[in-house]
């Protein structure tokens, strides 16, 4: 998940790619609990915590299902709707190179490269808790490694709320994390491709290639 570890970093994971790009895309937000627009569906019975839904998230990421992962995104608009479609293809595209990483290098590669990614996996959040607005129906939620992942309760399922994936609901601004998004999963996408093919002799030169990518 980007962080925003994913956001996305929520992972911003799951999940704009790298912490100085989630500031683009996640960071200046995740503090704008009150006031934003739009209010998910109405809530049911909730079954599950903010951290359960982002497992849950987590879990469609490493099946590489898009599908899943959106039905894991609150995206109210169509243009939300498109920023969710390009965080999932990109979170996927990232599940994949660490796949085609595991498979070849064994140990711990898999890890290794979730990490050069900003990934926040299951065991990140491990101790993390979620901050949540009076409602006690949106809020962050915050890994013990500082990543941060906004969530809003939707119909009884916690979801990431790609609301505050953005700075402001502006079209140009959502485009242009669309932008980065798909630019992060075609990288990833390729260097899956890579590692498949042997251009690589170990899992350090991976993470090189990706250090490389999210400097430029």
Known sequence: ?????????????????????????????LLTIAGVHGAP???????????????AYNYAMHKIDEAGMQRRVFAPTPALKQLAGALTY?????????AAAQKKFANDASKTVGQAFN????????????????????GIFISPNG???????DEGKWKMDARRLVGAEIDEI????????????????SLANAIDAGEFVDVEQVVIRIQTRIEQ
């Open 41 to 55: 569906g109405p809530t049911t019975r909730v079954v599950e915590t903010p951290e359960m839904g982002l497992r």
């Open 174 to 189: 959502i485009e242009a994390s669309v932008r980065i998004h798909r630019a992060r999963g075609d990288f990833a996408k």
């Open 90 to 98: 990109s979170d996927g595209q990232v599940a994949a190179v660490m």
């Open 1 to 29: 998940m980007w962080c925003v570890r994913h956001a996305l970093a929520v992972r911003i994971p799951s999940m704009m790619f790298h912490r100085s790009i989630g500031c683009l895309a996640i960071y200046g937000v």
């Open 147 to 153: 990543g941060s992942i906004p969530v809003c309760l």
């Open 119 to 138: 990934d926040v996996s299951d065991a990140d959040m491990v101790g993390g808790q979620a901050q949540l607005d009076k409602t006690g129906e949106r």
